[in-house]
């Protein structure tokens, strides 16, 4: 397990978190955040922030958010 503190794109349907996405920088969270508001319902928010997460390694070595420990 690895905790680490990163940049996420986090997705809330109805106030409450679905889903999560580690962004290389706030600049490129901010970009995405803006692609996905461009379709969204009102049911649909989105935020970016630095959390601390504990993350996972996929084959590929890349790594995803397995859970947000703290926002």
């Known amino acids: 397990m690895i905790v ?3 940049v996420a794109l986090c997705m809330f349907i ?3 978190l ?3 996405r580690i962004q290389p920088a ?3 969270c901010l ?3 803006r692609v996905a508001e461009r379709d969204k319902t009102d049911s649909i ?3 970016c922030g630095k959390v601390k997460a ?4 996929n084959i590929d070595g890349s ?3 397995k859970k947000i420990i703290e926002d």
Do not use: A, P, R, W
């Open 54 to 57: 504990e993350l996972e390694s």
């Open 14 to 16: 109805q106030g409450e």
């Open 4 to 6: 680490e503190g990163v």
């Open 31 to 33: 970009k995405g955040k």
């Open 63 to 65: 790594q995803t958010i």
């Open 45 to 47: 928010d989105y935020k």
């Open 18 to 20: 679905k889903e999560h």
């Open 26 to 28: 706030m600049s490129d």
